[in-house]
């Protein structure tokens, strides 16, 4: 097989281990806090968890466990979107089983959560651990969005864990697939089956953390990697002069994303969602925001710069968010007549009249590409394709639009060129950084202590992920703690509470406290690329978002 030379390189990496995990995981010992509340909406959770609710946290130490070296036979499965660190989950989980007792063995699911559904796995030997070791990527098994919901994939996943013979399985996955996780570990107790469910934390987007999940595998590589196209992106926009680039960036839900790179290269502007969110700011307040930091920039002779916007935007603005809404509904009433439209004109003045006054102005007044995209992209569901929306060339034609008439008023005298691009499937397989390599390693040993031990009803934990890796505190946080209720498609659900940009937080602070002078002054920074070996200076350094939200200081665990 023929395999890059760094690929080769990191697969002799070894990741850094936290002190409880290192040597033999299968040692450490379980410290048990007291029984843990959920969120909120306590009763109601302590009535659908009946067997997994008010357990307590756990923590790892250095000691010896006899009752984790018997033989497991343990399924994982990779669900959602890719995310870095997550084959060395699957490599720090069959590591530990292997190190507990030889014997163990470590199916995994094919394609996401169906393959337990659909009884689709495969054995992974060391041989095939050894190929995906420290690099990006899901494809060892693959991944998938299916969600385990109706009442007969509970029956059929169940009836898979049971004829695979397996102790437990691991759902590696964001906030959606660890309420399912939350939901699978106990209906399996609810039937009599005493099949462990763990999960781990992964997402790109960084919005599956809280008070005992720090951050979520994934984040750190991804934002890295978007950083270094961007500081390369603003270094040829201060090497030419010559055009405003506008960057959209993955995270529909949550801005974590484009706020860390924007703490990373500090660019001209960069869109919080969250923000315009509660300010309620409308697309031509959004507009007006960038035209500001133009203007003020031309005024110094600088018509070039960077704008970040998080992928999600639209669904903030209120009127786009109505607009989206009103589509949606009209879409439902009139599929069979708008589908016998081919031309946009036409689904236009089909469409915009059944609209309330304001969206159908707002569907007009759009760049004609963006009003397209609105209509005629539509999602299996027949819905408007949110996340298909070209959020960056609507905010480029705007803005060039405003601009223009400004000029004309003499309020402008700038020359503005924009140019869009789309940051997100090119961070989602990089190469783990350190960070992640270590981080995601570590989550998968932890899984198989908690699998060891008996646990089920956790998410795998390691917290302290400022300090050096070895004092890092590896253990398990009940899913049930993470949880509150919420209105899903119409009913009451439980879920595991999805972590958005707080605008009071550090993080946001800091960017808030320095936007203005990088609106107008020339502020770049230019990150570079992730490094793999060197000084830990360059190479082990955790996000801004992370040192931030947890800044070093001696913090007591349990
Ligand atoms: P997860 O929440 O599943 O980790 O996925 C996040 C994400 O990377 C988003 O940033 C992005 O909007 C979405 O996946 C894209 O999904 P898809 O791979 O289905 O196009």
Same mark, same amino acid.
């Given at each position: 097989m023929h395999i890059s030379a760094l690929q080769k390189a990191r697969y002799d990496y070894i990741p850094k281990l936290p002190e409880s995990l290192?040597? @033999?995981?299968?040692a450490a010992s379980l410290v048990f806090g007291a029984p843990a509340q959920s969120a909120a909406d306590q009763a109601e959770l302590k009535a659908i968890f009946k067997h997994t609710y008010g357990k307590p946290v756990i923590t790892f130490e250095k000691g010896s466990n006899l009752q984790i070296r018997r033989p497991l036979n343990v399924g994982v499965i990779l669900s959602g979107g890719q995310a870095p660190g997550g084959h060395n989950v699957i490599a720090g989980l069959y590591d530990g089983l292997k190190k507990g007792n030889a014997d163990s063995k470590l199916r995994g699911f094919l394609g996401g959560p169906s393959g337990l559904i659909e009884n689709a796995s495969k054995e992974l030997t060391g041989a095939v651990i050894d190929l995906y070791?420290?690099?990006?990527?899901? @494809?060892?098994?693959g991944s998938g969005r299916t969600k385990i919901e109706t009442a007969a994939q509970f029956a059929s996943s169940l009836e898979t864990a049971k004829a695979l013979g397996l102790n437990a399985v691991v759902i590696i996955g964001g906030d959606d697939s660890n309420t399912n996780a939350a939901l699978l570990a106990e209906y399996f107790l609810e039937r009599g089956s005493d099949i462990q469910v763990i999960g781990t934390p992964k997402t790109?987007?960084?919005?599956?953390?809280n008070t005992h999940i720090e951050a979520s595998f994934g984040f750190d590589t991804a934002v890295k990697t978007y950083s270094e196209l961007i500081g390369n992106i603003q270094r040829d926009a201060n090497s030419a002069k010559k055009y405003w680039h506008f960057i959209k960036l993955m995270g529909r839900a949550a801005s974590h994303i484009a706020l860390e790179c924007a703490l990373q290269t500090q660019p001209n502007v960069c869109l919080i969602s969250e923000e315009v969110e509660a300010k309620q700011w409308s697309l031509s307040q959004v507009v007006d925001l960038i035209c500001a930091s133009v203007i003020k920039r031309a005024d110094n002779k600088e018509n070039f710069g960077v704008v970040l916007i998080p992928e999600g935007v639209v669904e903030f603005i209120p009127e786009m968010k109505r607009l989206i809404a009103e589509l949606n509904d009209i879409m439902a009433a009139h599929e069979n007549a708008l589908d016998g439209l081919d031309a946009f004109a036409d689904q236009l003045e089909f469409a915009a009249p059944k609209l309330s006054a304001p969206s159908g102005g707002l569907l007009r007044s759009l760049p004609q590409r963006i009003a397209k995209e609105l209509l005629?992209?539509?999602?299996?569901?027949?819905?408007?394709?949110v996340s298909m929306i070209e959020t960056e060339k609507l905010l480029m034609d705007m803005a060039g639009r405003r601009l223009a008439e400004l000029k004309e008023q003499g309020m402008y005298r700038g020359s503005f060129s924009a140019l869009g691009h789309f940051f997100g499937?090119?961070?989602?397989?990089?190469?783990?950084s350190n960070f992640d390599a270590d981080y995601g390693y570590a989550l998968g040993l932890s899984a198989f202590v908690l699998i060891a031990s008996g646990q089920s009803g956790y998410l795998s934990s390691v917290r302290n992920l400022v300090a050096p890796v070895s004092q890092w505190v590896a253990g398990g946080i009940p899913f049930t703690m993470m949880m509150n209720m919420e209105q899903r498609h119409g009913s009451r659900k439980p879920v595991i509470r999805k972590a958005l940009v707080d605008l009071d937080g550090a993080p946001f602070r800091t960017f808030a406290a320095q936007r203005d002078e990088w609106a107008v002054k020339t502020s770049f920074l230019y990150p570079g690329a992730i490094q793999y070996y060197g000084p830990p200076e360059v190479c082990d350094q955790p996000t801004k978002t992370l040192t931030l939200e947890h800044p070093p200081q001696p913090r007591k665990f349990f």
């Open positions: 290192a040597q @033999d995981a299968a070791r420290n690099t990006g990527g899901f @494809d060892i098994i790109i987007d960084g919005d599956l953390k005629m992209d539509r999602d299996p569901h027949g819905n408007v394709q499937y090119e961070g989602r397989c990089a190469f783990p």
